[in-house]
């Protein structure tokens, strides 16, 4: 099964920057609008950003907007994150996986498993 790989994530200050990548091992995201998501500790995982396979498409969490990028590699074959501003509430597994479409951020759910995520933490 396709594993998707996020990485990127560490400790950062509030109003700090991180830039988280995903990658998929075996396969392109050739095709494929691409989103990230986000599941906090005792919450359910929630949408952040979504891209659409051209890249000229994107969208975001009211929460994110105006802070957060979504990005893709000219190779299709990574996706990526610019967080700035973080806050504490911020703080999440991040994970990426393909959606149905970036207006919907929904996830395509036959992509490829979900993998462990990367843990951002912003202190509060």
């Known amino acids: 099964q396709v594993q998707l790989v996020a990485s990127g994530g560490g400790s950062v200050q509030a109003g700090g920057s991180l830039r988280l990548s995903c990658a998929a091992s075996?396969?392109?995201?050739?095709?494929?609008?691409m989103g990230w998501f986000r599941q906090a500790p005792g919450k359910e995982r929630e949408f952040v950003a979504a891209?659409?396979?051209?890249?000229?498409?994107?969208n975001y969490a009211d929460s994110v907007k105006g802070r957060f990028t979504i990005s893709r590699g000219s190779a299709k074959k990574s996706v990526y994150l610019q967080m700035n501003s973080l806050k504490p509430e911020d703080t999440a597994v991040y994970y990426c996986?393909?959606?149905?479409?970036?207006?919907?951020?929904?996830?395509?759910?036959?992509?490829?498993?979900w993998g462990q995520g990367t843990q951002v933490t912003v202190p509060s």
């Open positions: 075996g396969r392109t995201f050739s095709g494929y609008a």
């Open positions: 996986n393909a959606v149905r479409s970036a207006a919907t951020g929904t996830p395509l759910g036959d992509f490829g498993s």
């Open positions: 891209i659409s396979w051209s890249g000229g498409t994107t």
